[in-house]
């Protein structure tokens, strides 16, 4: 079964500072892995992803992630945190030898608060 | 392009009412999905539709149903409403459903069961 855990609930950060947002996760194969972004009352939106080749990847607003396969971490990053980016991260998997749940379904974190201060 | 359109944005049920909630995407994408999300807990599928006549059930079927006339529209069904049914449901559209494929969002259907 595929799994992936966001240990914090919420995250804060001073505006203009680094931030990080920690996913970890467990797949049988090798991870394709997203990270999603959601403003309050707003549907998902999609930030970056990571099928294969380099570690680390470039999205949308500034955003970042690093792939850790060692350490079956998938962290997203931005080198300064404006209070726009206050908002709920989610982080998902798939598995491409998961063959439950339907389809080929991703499987989301509980999401993590992000808040930047002004 | 509108993307992932759903309607309607709230809606408050008394327990055994029945609702549609209704799905629409014009990107021609072939799979859509229904999710619904907990407090806390993050999203999970419902069903989803690999293309127009076809469905199968997610991790959270019980209690819903289904149906893909077309390619652009994907309503979800509550026949019974009960009070664990109050979430937030998320309609995502996908344009092969391959593992490397990103899912679209829509704005979400708030619902309320009391």
């Known amino acids: 079964a595929q799994s992936v855990a966001q240990p914090e609930d919420q995250v804060n950060v001073a505006e203009g500072n680094p931030l990080t947002v920690k996913c970890t996760y467990s797949v049988s194969g090798n991870p394709y892995l997203f990270w999603y972004v959601q403003y309050p009352n707003r549907g998902l939106q999609f930030l970056l992803k990571y099928i294969t080749g380099d570690n680390l990847v470039k999205g949308s607003y500034g955003f970042e992630a690093e792939f850790n396969k060692s350490q079956t971490s998938f962290h997203l990053k931005k080198p300064s945190a404006l209070v726009s980016d206050s908002a709920l991260y989610f982080c998902a998997v798939r598995d491409p030898m998961y063959s439950g749940g339907g389809a080929d379904g991703l499987t989301f974190g509980k999401g993590t608060h992000l808040i930047i201060q002004p | 392009n509108a993307g992932v359109t759903q309607t309607p944005k709230f809606r408050i049920l008394k327990i055994g009412q029945s609702m549609t909630l209704q799905c629409a995407q014009d990107m021609n994408h072939n799979y859509m999905y229904w999710y619904r999300q907990d407090p806390g807990m993050g999203l999970k599928l419902i069903y989803y539709?690999?293309?127009?006549?076809?469905?199968d059930k997610g991790e959270v079927p019980n209690g819903y149903n289904v149906s893909r006339s077309t390619t652009e529209d994907f309503p979800l069904r509550l026949e019974l409403a009960a009070p664990s049914q109050t979430s937030v449901y998320f309609c995502?559209?996908?344009?092969?459903?391959?593992?490397?494929?990103?899912?679209?969002f829509g704005p979400g259907t708030r619902l309320t069961v009391l």
């Open positions: 539709s690999v293309g127009a006549g076809i469905t």
């Open positions: 995502a559209s996908s344009y092969r459903g391959g593992p490397t494929d990103t899912q679209y």
